[in-house]
Nanobody, 129 residues
Framework: QVPLVESGGGSVQAGGSLRLSCAAS????????MGWLRQSPGKKPEGVAV???????MYNEAVKGRFTISQDNTRENLYLQMNNLNPEDTARYFC???????????????????????WGQGTQVTVSS
């Protein structure tokens, strides 16, 4: 497994923006999605956004229109641009890889992201009102 290293988290006020990055040096699997998930204390993890090798992206309804997932051509760098943040977005955000298309399209990834692929160590995002 290629190590996933997240960065870019921080503290912002509601309405602010952050851009998360994930370094996945050497990641080459074009048949899988990569993505982001998040977890708040006391809550289950939830899938946030995913992207395939061709750039097709899908989003959790809670972030659609505010967050944008992207990647570079090598898939070794994954990004999550987060705009118009609100306190409900406060969580630890994790980069994820080896996400099967079956899990993404069936909904399994969105409800149980912990069951699919593997994660990095995460980066904390805190949004104050």
């Amino acid at each position: 497994q290629v190590p996933l290293v997240e960065s870019g988290g921080g503290s912002v006020q509601a309405g602010g923006s952050l851009r998360l990055s994930c370094a996945a040096s050497g990641y080459q699997y074009k048949n899988y999605f990569m993505g982001w998930l998040r977890q708040s204390p006391g809550k289950k993890p939830e899938g946030v956004a995913v992207i395939d090798a061709e750039g097709f992206a899908m989003y959790n309804e809670a972030v659609k229109g505010r967050f944008t997932i992207s990647q570079d051509n090598t898939r070794e760098n994954l990004y999550l641009q987060m705009n118009n943040l609100n306190p409900e977005d406060t969580a630890r955000y994790f980069c994820a890889a080896d996400l099967s298309p079956g899990a993404v399209y069936s909904g399994t990834y969105w409800s149980r992201p912990e069951s699919e692929g593997y994660w990095g160590q995460g980066t904390q995002v805190t949004v104050s009102s």
